[in-house]
């Protein structure tokens, strides 16, 4: 097997890990500030001084690196169109300054498909050659794996499970449109609609500087309004998997990211609801929902996954 360097590019810090046989167990891993607000240029320049540090002064021959990156992105030319966490980031050709500045063949995914790579080979979804990932965090990522193959789609855009239509007119989602599963399931989210019922005058033992941990926090010590607001976000994922598990009649579905920290008070709403508003029992049968094994590692394991296809 070649040599692997695998990165993790979020918008607040970068990781990578150096697999010299290009299996796990990393041999180095780092992790370090994107300084995401440096802009385009700076940021890749970090990147390649990571990539150099962790590969030392002489690479092992045929070294490859693979690099998870918020999209929308082409994982074939490697340009990323628009990263939300990456101000200034519009059609930046991430593969092409990599290869012009390490010499190395580079290879470039959607972190959040990749993760799904990633939890597919070494997590909660071995076993298996049908998932549905999401990632519900700041955001809501997903990827799908059909038939052992990541489903990237014609032009490579497919897997923006958090970009499913749950509530049309409802919440603007970070991409501008209204009543994505982000804008009403993502921690993002679950804090605005937390605040906002606070702005009403409803009882609650949450601080006015609602973040999504809180809420749950507080949720799960029996407060009204945020078990509200995690019921209401739990149905929204719940008919987001409903859809999920129409299209895709998956095998597991496999949910991620620290909203599922929250536990049964945002997840139960989510399993009730696929009980109840799937077409037929058949989809349900041997359906597993279970939550990520990697944590923060699915994008780096992804990305090593990524090096090693054809």
Avoid at 50 to 58: F, K, Q
Wanted: aromatic fraction near 4%; hydrophobic fraction near 45%.
């Amino acid at each position: 097997m070649l040599p692997v360097v695998a990165v993790d590019l979020g918008g607040t810090n970068l990781r990578a890990a150096y697999f010299p046989t290009g299996q796990p167990p990393a041999e180095r891993t780092l992790r370090i500030p994107t300084h995401a607000d440096s802009g385009p240029q700076a940021v890749l320049a970090t990147m390649v001084e990571a990539i150099r540090d962790l590969t030392g002064p002489a690479p092992a021959p045929g070294l490859r690196v693979s690099v998870a990156a918020p999209g929308p992105l082409d994982p074939d030319s490697g340009v990323i169109f628009d990263a939300p966490n990456l101000p200034g980031w519009k059609n930046v050709p991430l593969r092409a300054h990599l290869e012009e500045k390490l010499g190395w063949v580079v290879r470039v995914g959607n972190d959040a498909n990749l993760a799904a790579l990633g939890e597919w080979r070494y997590g909660a979804g071995q076993a298996v050659d049908h998932l549905v990932y999401l990632t519900i965090s700041t955001g809501i990522g997903g990827g799908v794996i059909i038939g052992g193959r990541l489903l990237t789609g014609a032009t490579g855009l497919a897997g923006e499970l958090g970009h499913f239509p749950v509530r049309p007119g409802g919440p603007i989602c970070s991409c501008g449109k209204a009543g994505h599963l982000e804008a009403v399931a993502s921690g993002t989210a679950i804090a605005r609609r937390a605040r906002e019922l606070m702005q009403t005058g409803e009882k609650t033992t949450i601080q006015e500087a609602a973040d999504s941990e809180s809420v749950a926090s507080a949720a799960h010590q029996g407060d009204p309004l945020a078990r509200r607001v995690l019921n209401e976000a739990g149905e929204a994922l719940g008919l987001a998997l409903v859809g999920f598990v129409h299209v895709f009649n998956p095998q597991r579905i496999i949910l991620g990211g620290g909203v599922v920290r929250s536990g049964d008070v945002f997840l139960e709403p989510a399993r009730r609801v696929l009980r109840t508003e799937i077409m037929n029992p058949a989809f349900l049968e041997g359906l597993e929902v279970v939550t990520a094994a990697l944590g923060d590692d699915s994008g780096l394991m992804g990305a090593l996954v990524l090096a090693g296809m054809p």
